[in-house]
């Protein structure tokens, strides 16, 4: 159960778009379309942003938009905001029901 | 609407127990899956356990599995993780989350957390 590698950090400018990668393995990321993605503000809990890759639950903004390439996950963020300064984390299925999350990435909006 | 309310946490020394509760409301608990996922301060969030709707099969990740007990009790609406034999590794936010009916079972709403110190 090693946790997926996400880069620590990402920034952009508002406007613009940002991608943020998690890299896992076939036995979880790449061996099941069942990626999700949560956002975490300072102090808060974490919120569901994207599920099963790409999916978003209502009233998560279309800025937020999820693939997947083989092993490796992305969460773009197009149109940068600036409340979209926030941590964000993926996970994904592990089989035989298991879970994993990636460590994190801090988005900073310059 | 749906709300999670963590309670239980405190500080404990190494080698003692700990309950800790998630009331649910606001939906139907007993047709839910549930999760506990651990943060450590300033960390990540790591996965630590899930139980069926039902309540009868569960998992646990490697660092809690033999130490750690997840239950649900679907008359009180309360999701509840026994945790035994405690160790400063375990310090924590604790959070109980739902998961969402859909394939990917993702967890759609998060209680706020309630956080363990295990110090001497």
């Known amino acids: 159960q090693s946790a997926l590698t996400q880069p620590p950090s990402a920034s952009g400018s508002p406007g613009q778009s940002v991608t943020i990668s998690c890299t896992g393995t076939?036995?979880?990321?790449?061996?099941?379309?069942?990626v999700s993605w949560y956002q975490q503000e300072p102090g808060k809990a974490p919120k569901l942003m994207l599920y099963?890759?790409?999916k978003r639950p209502s009233g998560v903004p279309g800025r937020f938009s999820g693939s997947k390439s083989g092993n490796t996950a992305s969460l773009t963020v197009s149109g940068l905001q600036a409340e979209d300064e926030a941590d964000y984390y993926c996970?994904?299925?592990?089989?035989?029901?298991?879970?994993?999350f990636g460590g994190g990435t801090k988005l900073t909006v310059l | 609407q749906v709300q999670l309310v963590e309670s239980g946490g405190g500080v404990v020394q190494p080698g003692r127990s700990l309950r800790l509760s998630c009331a649910a409301s606001g939906f139907a608990f007993s047709s839910y899956g549930m999760h506990w996922v651990r943060q450590a301060p300033g960390k990540g969030l790591e996965w630590v356990a899930v139980i069926w709707f039902g309540g009868t099969n569960k998992n646990y990740a490697d660092s809690v599995k033999g130490r750690f007990t997840i239950s649900k009790d679907n008359s009180k609406n309360t999701l509840y993780l026994q945790m035994n034999s405690l160790r400063a590794e375990d310090t924590a936010v604790y959070y109980c989350?739902?998961?969402?009916?859909?394939?990917?079972?993702?967890?759609?709403?998060w209680g706020q957390g309630t956080l363990v110190t295990v110090s001497s």
């Open positions: 099963e890759v790409s």
């Open positions: 989350a739902r998961e969402r009916l859909v394939a990917a079972r993702p967890l759609d709403y």
């Open positions: 996970s994904s299925y592990a089989g035989s029901n298991n879970w994993v």
């Open positions: 076939s036995s979880d990321v790449g061996g099941y379309n069942y």
